[in-house]
């Protein structure tokens, strides 16, 4: 499959073509920009179409598996009713603990590059907690992370801020930035490359949205101002849509994320904690949680000074959080065994019953 011109701009290569040639050439590919009550507004090489998942896509696909931003797709259908009949495998995923499912996850967007994990310096010395959360939410993704903390000109001491943030987010650039000022805002657009995507996550507020259009020279997102007596964000991005920017980058703005749930994130807790781990491999034991166990090296470097211990509480609570995710799944998992087995017994026993159809 050749890779149409107006899909390139949107990220489309070589190698999504070759996914794509794997289901015949009758399917249309694209890239999902919007998503909203059951609808996708997928962007083709002959424009953008509203189309809806097939129905055998629906029954068939995994939990996460439905098409969301960021997707590449396969269209079929009609003109008048264009359906998703396929979705191609994901190089990335941003994934959290769906907030009104219990054991059930929300990709939050796919084939994504670069993840600006944004926070305001307005107000408050930035929550360290959340932004361990966010990154080891966007590191299990395999994205790359950044932090952004928005709004530096509100701010009476920037480089403390940014050095404690640095502390709570080793390996990560740290970048802090001002749309008031223009300060740091070069430093976001070198991320920002011809059909690369890049999405912005963060609490309400953060100035997603107006950041989005300093980027963008424009006011491509509508924005509203900042409630001064609580600093919380009123701007109107309400769903999660994917973006051009005139030089070429690719920009997904999401609504405010007001939890940030842990799904299976073992791997993603131990890189925003690469410090933790590291000294965890010197502890007297494998299994060490790091709580009260003899021999434990994480624990002796809090004692020493060497680890703060806010950020072994922080990730203890990670930790239990993605143990409980894991004993949801694995009792879910029974569950569906169960009625698997009961399923295969009534079959037995109308076959013994009724003897074999047909006959």
Same mark, same amino acid.
């Given at each position: ?14 190698? +999504? ?19 909203? +009550? ?8 002959a424009g953008v179409v509203l189309a809806r998942p097939a ?23 009609? !003109? ?5 009949? +396929? ?33 305001? /310096? ?7 907690? +959340? ?27 920037? !480089? ?32 920002? /490359? ?10 309400s507020g953060s100035g997603k949205s107006t950041l989005v ?8 997102? /509508?924005?509203? !101002? ?80 060497e680890l703060p211990v806010r950020r072994l509480e922080s ?45």
């Amino acid at each position: 499959m050749s890779v149409p011109d107006p899909l390139i701009a949107l990220g489309f290569d070589s190698e +999504r073509a070759a996914l794509a040639a794997g289901f015949g050439d009758d399917l249309i590919p694209g890239r999902v920009i919007r998503s909203d +009550r059951g609808f996708v507004a997928v962007h083709t090489a002959a424009g953008v179409v509203l189309a809806r998942p097939a129905t055998h896509l629906v029954k068939s696909a995994e939990d996460g598996g439905l098409p969301v931003v960021g997707d590449w797709v396969l269209l079929g259908g009609t !003109e008048s009713e264009p359906l998703v009949e +396929r979705v191609l495998d994901r190089a990335t995923s941003i994934v959290r603990r769906d907030p009104g499912r219990a054991a059930r996850i929300q990709v939050l967007a796919a084939n994504v590059d670069v993840v600006l994990i944004t926070h305001p /310096l307005s107000g408050e010395a930035p929550n360290l907690a +959340r932004i361990e959360r966010e990154l080891a939410l966007v590191w299990d993704s395999g994205a790359q992370p950044v932090v952004v903390l928005t709004k530096r000109d509100l701010c009476a001491d920037v !480089e403390e801020a940014i050095t404690s943030v640095e502390a709570a987010a080793p390996g990560v650039a740290v970048l802090a930035t001002s749309t008031v000022t223009g300060d740091g805002l070069d430093d976001i657009r070198a991320y920002m /490359l011809p059909g690369r995507a890049i999405v912005l996550i963060g609490p309400s507020g953060s100035g997603k949205s107006t950041l989005v259009n300093a980027l963008a020279g424009e006011d491509i997102q /509508l924005t509203r !101002e900042v409630r001064v007596s609580d600093d919380r964000g009123r701007h109107t991005t309400v769903s999660r849509e994917l973006l051009q920017l005139p030089g070429g980058g690719l920009v997904i703005d999401t609504p405010g994320l007001r939890a940030v749930g842990m799904w299976d994130s073992a791997e993603g807790i131990d890189q925003a904690f690469s410090d933790v781990a590291l000294l965890a491999q010197d502890c007297r034991f494998r299994d060490c949680r790091h709580d009260g166990e003899p021999g434990c090296a994480v624990e002796a470097a809090v004692a020493s000074g060497e680890l703060p211990v806010r950020r072994l509480e922080s990730y203890r609570e990670l930790q239990a959080e993605a143990r409980h995710v894991g004993e949801q799944l694995d009792a879910r998992a029974r569950l569906a065994r169960k009625s698997e087995d009961k399923q295969l017994a009534r079959a037995i026993k109308r076959y013994y019953k009724d003897g074999p159809r047909g006959t």
